[in-house]
C-alpha cells in the first residue's frame, strides 16, 4: 500500500477497507462475502491476512481460480477474486482480476472503484495515472461513489488544491448516512488538511452519529459464520444457490430461537438477517416472536423496537 506516514494525503487504510468491503457487499452474494470479510475487522492498521483465516480463504481462492477457469466470463466471479486477494494482500493479482470484472461489466461503477483502489495500493504511492483513470470511469457511471470521491478528493489536496480536496470531504460527510462507518476517517483527513493549512471548517462539518448503547452492538452483528464444509461449497454454488444458502443458516437460526425463545440477542440477529435477505414482513414476524417471548420484560420489549427502527423495518 502507499507509505503509512502520508496521513495529510489521505491514505487511510481503515477507509481503503471499509470503502472496498461495502461495496463488494453490495455487488456479490452475502454468504460469499461473509466467507471474505474480517471478523469483527472494520479497518484496522493490521495486514489484510492477519485477520482471516488464512486456510478457508486459500481454499476459497483457489475454488474461485478453478471456476473462473471453467467460466471466464463471470463477471462477479471476477469481482469476488479481486476482493480475495485484496484480502490476503495480493494487490497486483487483485488488479488483474478487477480488470477483468471491468471489461466485462463496465458500466459498473463499484468495480471501476475498486480496481482504482488496488491500483493505488499496489503502486509507487499517491494516486497514479491508472488508479485516477479508474476512479474517474467510477464517477462517469455514479457521481455519488464514495470511494472514488474520496481518492480524487485525495488527488486534489496531493496537487495543493487544500481548500478543494477539504470541500469534498465535506460533501461526502453530508451525502453518507450519519453511522457511516467511513465517516471517522474522513473526518480525521478533514481535521488533518484544515488544520495544516489553516482552513476554517466551522459550522461546516455535519455532526457525528450519537454513539449506539454497547448493549444493542448486536444489531449490527451479522447471520452466523458459515462452517469449513461450507465455505468450501460456497466457491462452487451460483449466485442463487449462495442466496439459497444464507437463507437456510438464517432458518437455523430461527429454529434455534424456537428451541430457546429467550434469547434476546439472537431475536436481533434474525431481525438482522431477514432485512438483510430483503425480507421485511420475515423481520416484523422476527419482532413479534422477540416481543412474545419477552412480555414480561418491558426494558427488552423497547431494545426489540429501538432495534427494529435502527435496522428500517416499516411502522405498524
Do not use: C
Amino acid at each position: 500500500m502507499t507509505k503509512d506516514g502520508a496521513v495529510d494525503k489521505g491514505f487511510s487504510l481503515p477507509f481503503a477497507r471499509i470503502a472496498l468491503v461495502l461495496a463488494a457487499l453490495i455487488a456479490i452474494a452475502a454468504i460469499a462475502i461473509a466467507v471474505l470479510r474480517s471478523r469483527g475487522d472494520t479497518g484496522a492498521s493490521a495486514p489484510p491476512a492477519a485477520t482471516q483465516p488464512v486456510g478457508d480463504i486459500a481454499s476459497m481462492i483457489g475454488g474461485l481460480e478453478k471456476k473462473l477457469r471453467d467460466n471466464p466470463g463471470d463477471p462477479k466471479g471476477w469481482n469476488l477474486l479481486g476482493l480475495a486477494y485484496y484480502n490476503v494482500g495480493r494487490y497486483a493479482d487483485s488488479v488483474q482480476a478487477y480488470a477483468k470484472a471491468a471489461a466485462l461489466d463496465p458500466d459498473n461503477a463499484q468495480t471501476w472503484s475498486a480496481l482504482g483502489e488496488v491500483q493505488l495500493l499496489s503502486g509507487p504511492g499517491g494516486i497514479t495515472p491508472e488508479a485516477e483513470a479508474s476512479f474517474r470511469k467510477a464517477l462517469a457511471i455514479d457521481p455519488g461513489d464514495f470511494r472514488a470521491r474520496y481518492f480524487m478528493a485525495v488527488k486534489k489536496n496531493e496537487g495543493g488544491n487544500h481548500k478543494g480536496a477539504v470541500d469534498d470531504l465535506i460533501g461526502i460527510l453530508r451525502d453518507s448516512p450519519p453511522d457511516a462507518p467511513w465517516a471517522q476517517p474522513v473526518r480525521e483527513l478533514i481535521s488533518s488538511i484544515s488544520t495544516k493549512h489553516k482552513i476554517d471548517i466551522s459550522g461546516r462539518v455535519p455532526a457525528p452519529a450519537a454513539p449506539a448503547p454497547a448493549e444493542d452492538s448486536v444489531v449490527t452483528g451479522g447471520i452466523p459464520g458459515p462452517t469449513a464444509t461450507d465455505l468450501k461449497a460456497a466457491t462452487a454454488m451460483t449466485p442463487s444457490q449462495q442466496d439459497e444458502m444464507a437463507r437456510g443458516m438464517v432458518a437455523r437460526l430461527a429454529a434455534r430461537l424456537e428451541a430457546n425463545p429467550r434469547d434476546a440477542d439472537r431475536w436481533i440477529m434474525l431481525m438482522r438477517s431477514r432485512m438483510q435477505l430483503k425480507d421485511p414482513a420475515g423481520a416484523q414476524s422476527a419482532l413479534a416472536g422477540a416481543k412474545a417471548a419477552f412480555k414480561d420484560d418491558a426494558a427488552q420489549r423497547a431494545r426489540f423496537d429501538a432495534a427494529a427502527k435502527v435496522l428500517g423495518l416499516p411502522e405498524r
